[in-house]
């Protein structure tokens, strides 16, 4: 039962350029998205989310982009920062259900920043 | 910044055996969360809980799993007779109100032996 899915399992890029983290969605009662960063022996962290009446929502460096057609969302991570290596999780809810209470997470991706 | 914190880091049982763990809220948090995740797998939902009574849990979250907020501060989840599948990192998570993101601890680490 993967209603989100993220395919890359990992992705390396340089310093400077931009990250790119993809993640898809089955559910189409899912309204409400949201990307975690985690780091080793901690828990996730909220970075950005994103309602379905947006199609993007920015926060300094994190930009999130919806395409509710493809059930697709993506996190641009610009300038890319040695700090930002990290696993994200995409998250998705079903807001008429009492808000976020019962995210459901993606698989993550394992995001390499190379000095 | 206000923190969850969870207690202990890591937990080591024998199977058969019963296991609570701790989650502090952040103070002004109403609403209350267990996530799990097993080594490899994604972070799964397992309960939440508002107004001291569960609001929604998921098939995981069976007879063995139990929840309470005994002191109005801590938050336990409770595991009657562990299993070795019960394994895995147990994440507690608050949240001021609704249709905002969580706030997730760093976790506990439930090695069942």
């Known amino acids: 039962d993967q209603q989100v899915k993220q395919n890359s399992p990992s992705l390396s890029v340089q310093e400077g350029r931009i990250s790119i983290l993809n993640c898809d969605y089955t559910?189409?009662?899912?309204?409400?998205f949201l990307w975690y960063k985690k780091y080793p022996a901690e828990g996730p962290t909220f970075l950005i989310s994103?309602?379905?009446?947006?199609d993007k929502n920015e926060d300094g460096r994190f930009t999130v982009f919806l395409n509710k057609s493809a059930k697709h969302l993506s996190l641009h991570i610009v300038p890319s920062q040695p700090g930002d290596s990290a696993v994200y999780f995409c998250?998705?809810?079903?807001?008429?259900?009492?808000?976020?209470?019962?995210?459901?997470f993606g698989t993550g991706t394992r995001l390499t920043i190379i000095p | 910044e206000p923190e969850v914190t969870q207690t202990p880091s890591h937990q080591v049982t024998q199977m058969g055996q019963e296991v609570i763990l701790r989650c502090v809220p952040i103070s002004n948090h109403l609403y209350f969360y267990w996530y799990r995740q097993i080594l490899g797998q994604k972070v799964e939902f397992l309960v939440s809980?508002?107004?001291?009574?569960?609001?929604?849990k998921s098939e995981i979250f069976d007879d063995q799993f139990s929840v309470e907020r005994p002191d109005g501060s801590n938050f336990t989840l409770k595991i009657r007779s562990t299993k070795l599948e019960d394994s895995a990192m147990y994440f507690c998570?608050?949240?001021?109100?609704?249709?905002?993101?969580?706030?997730f601890g760093n976790g506990t680490r439930l090695t069942v032996t």
């Open positions: 559910n189409s009662m899912f309204d409400y």
């Open positions: 994103i309602s379905s009446i947006k």
């Open positions: 998250a998705a809810s079903d807001s008429s259900n009492f808000g976020n209470e019962k995210l459901t």
């Open positions: 998570a608050t949240t001021g109100w609704l249709a905002s993101p969580l706030h």
């Open positions: 809980f508002y107004n001291n009574e569960i609001s929604e």
